[in-house]
């Protein structure tokens, strides 16, 4: 094998909300790596089977509705938080679910290269916070990788595009829209040169959000016919969000679609399923509103690049969502033009990844191929500022560097102490673009000491910014007269982790991952395994042949294998119901509350029927709190 690097092999990685990707420079171009079963796209899920074993893709995937509580998915949009998640009785950050998912990509780059070091280029939404991107760095390290660079999406898709058309000088707009992220770039190609004029975009937007809102139009239905909310029910609530996805896909070709589940949750003994018909305009009608939100964000980055939509020469549609035949039609119609078919949605962020990894290290360097990109928010501290009466005030924003400044880049300001005699100054520091800090996002703060104690005038402070290529920020503040300075690196929650911590973090990953599988091949063998992941949920069977006769009594599996599925679900009621207690009217709050501590109670015991009954209740109060 030819081994195109000189040092490291250095790779390009998309870890996406729904599917992840990882590709290489092979012959000068961009290419995918596949599983050992030829799979490009890994489904971004984590299980932790019943034995333990850590399983990463399309098998944790499928167990999303039997086994909600041992897998996870859409964990990208946590990123940064300081959100928690318990998956077996074992608790994980986001950062280590994301490091799970990166270790099986990485599995694929050692079956090529070998095992030993890998570099990688891994991408992030352009609207991801600062501690987004050093969440992704982090995982990326606890994965085992030497993270080089963080890109921005659309960045890496433009790459992808721009090392094909070296030799056209125009602009596009990538529309990326994602699994859990959205964000669009203008994008201008002249002499080899790629240079990203402005961005935008909304982290929270993608299409999670349109699979739930078809699953709050489910549950509706069933609330109507039914009287019972399956939201309620974590495998109900699971079942929902899958047949979504499926409904979704679906009508991307078809003008309708009927589903009919037997069976979606449980009351007295019954079973109840959903049968219904989902138009294309009925789907149409649930999202318009985010679909609109995007054309608006794309019509914002067109007059921050100080263009117009005839300027536009492209447009690249860029993530899965962007299959949905609305998105097309609609930037269509804002545009005036047809987007190109020869960008696969799935695939562009990752082999653009690659083409900045190529860039990197030198694989591509006959290319001539150059790119810049923009810092996608405003970035400064807080100051004392004029309020409504003429007051001066604390919690006003000061940019330092401005949206969609070519970055890299440092910029430097002069400020002025606040008071005679200070001899400190607190510097908070926050991204956004309002004048009062409230309402942007806070990336921390700092303390800067040793100003001299002047009675006679204010001292000068000069805060420097420095936002490198990975888009991750530096502060430093210097007393001008002193010469004192203070220096960060932006602290966040991911800086909780010490090296001690992060170290144990790896080995605890390491631990895990020692356990797991190396796929299934055999038909036999994953008929095996669905049997297990669904042996605790198996109702189907149990079914009346007629579920429409009221009079039919539907028998749940005998108790002896159900103890622990019915205490899990108990507990996680327990913590549903005490999260929405305080929002519940009066006259209802001290009977579910009641309530509430009757099921903890029972839940101590190992009475199934009593903790049955006592979920009953705490259901019927919830649906009464909801109606």
Do not use: C
Request: net charge negative; aromatic share 6%.
């Amino acid at each position: 094998m030819n081994q195109e690097y000189t040092s490291h092999p250095v790779v390009g990685i998309d870890l996406g909300t729904t599917n992840s990707a990882i590709a290489y420079i092979r012959g000068g171009k961009p290419e995918l790596i596949a599983s050992a079963a030829g799979q490009y796209l890994l489904p971004s899920v984590v299980l932790i089977d019943p034995k333990g074993n850590i399983i990463v893709g399309q098998d944790a995937r499928d167990a999303l509705v039997a086994m909600p509580d041992r897998s996870i998915a859409a964990v990208k949009r946590k990123m940064g938080s300081a959100e928690e998640f318990v998956l077996a009785g074992q608790t994980f950050t986001p950062e280590e679910i994301s490091a799970l998912i990166l270790k099986e990509l990485k599995r694929r780059a050692d079956e090529l290269y070998g095992e030993g070091e890998k570099e990688a280029v891994i991408t992030v939404p352009a609207y991801f916070t600062d501690e987004q991107r050093r969440a992704t760095k982090l995982a990326g390290e606890l994965a085992g990788f030497l993270v080089e660079r963080i890109i921005n999406e659309p960045t890496a898709a433009a790459l992808s595009f721009g090392l094909d058309h070296l030799e056209e000088d125009r602009t596009f707009l990538v529309y990326d829209l994602g699994g859990g992220t959205f964000d669009v770039s203008i994008v201008e190609m002249f002499s080899g040169v790629l240079e990203v004029k402005a961005s935008s975009g909304d982290r929270m937007l993608g299409g999670e959000d349109f699979d739930w809102r078809l699953v709050d139009w489910f549950s509706e239905q069933m609330l109507a016919e039914h009287g019972v909310d399956p939201r309620l029910d974590i495998r109900g609530k699971a079942l929902l969000k899958e047949e979504a996805e499926r409904v979704k896909m679906a009508l991307s070709t078809e003008e309708s679609i009927t589903i009919s589940l037997p069976l979606v949750t449980v009351k007295d003994n019954h079973p109840l399923g959903l049968t219904v018909e989902v138009t294309r305009a009925r789907f149409v009608s649930l999202i318009e509103d985010p679909i609109d939100q995007t054309l608006e964000r794309v019509q914002e980055v067109i007059r921050d690049a100080e263009l117009t939509v005839k300027d536009i020469d492209e447009v690249l549609l860029v993530g899965g969502s962007t299959r949905i035949p609305l998105v097309r039609d609609r930037i269509s119609a804002l545009l005036g033009r047809m987007p190109r078919s020869d960008v696969h949605p799935d695939e562009a962020v990752a082999l653009g990844a690659a083409v900045q990894a190529g860039l990197k290290a030198g694989l591509l360097s006959e290319s001539g191929l150059i790119a810049t990109d923009v810092a996608p928010f405003s970035m400064g501290i807080a100051v004392l500022a004029e309020g409504p009466r003429g007051r001066a005030r604390p919690g006003g924003f000061s940019p330092i560097i401005s949206r969609n400044t070519v970055i890299p880049v440092t910029r430097s300001q002069k400020f002025y102490t606040s008071e005679m005699g200070q001899t400190a100054v607190e510097i908070e520091i926050y991204q956004g673009e309002h004048e009062w800090v409230k309402h942007n996002h806070r990336l921390g703060e700092f303390i800067l000491e040793g100003i001299p104690e002047n009675w006679k005038a204010h001292e000068a402070v000069e805060v420097t910014f420095r936002y490198n290529l990975n888009g991750i920020l530096e502060v430093a503040a210097r007393s001008v007269s002193s010469g004192e300075e203070m220096s960060i690196t932006v602290q966040d929650a991911l800086n909780r982790l010490n090296r001690q911590e992060f170290e144990e973090s790896v080995q605890r990953l390491e631990q895990l991952w020692l356990d797991v599988p190396q796929g299934i091949e055999e038909d036999d063998d994953l008929e095996e395994m669905n049997e297990s992941l669904m042996e605790d949920w198996d109702l189907l069977d149990e079914l009346p042949e007629d579920l429409d006769d009221p009079d039919e009594d539907w028998d749940l599996p005998e108790d002896d294998e159900a103890p622990t599925m019915v205490h899990e679900e108990g507990k996680v009621l327990v913590r549903q119901a005490r999260e929405v207690l305080e929002g519940v009217e009066t006259s209802l709050q001290e009977k579910l509350l009641a309530a509430i501590l009757e099921l903890e109670q029972v839940l101590q015991d190992e009475e199934v029927d009593r903790i049955r009954q006592a979920m009953n209740q705490v259901t019927d109060l919830l649906i009464d709190a909801e109606l």
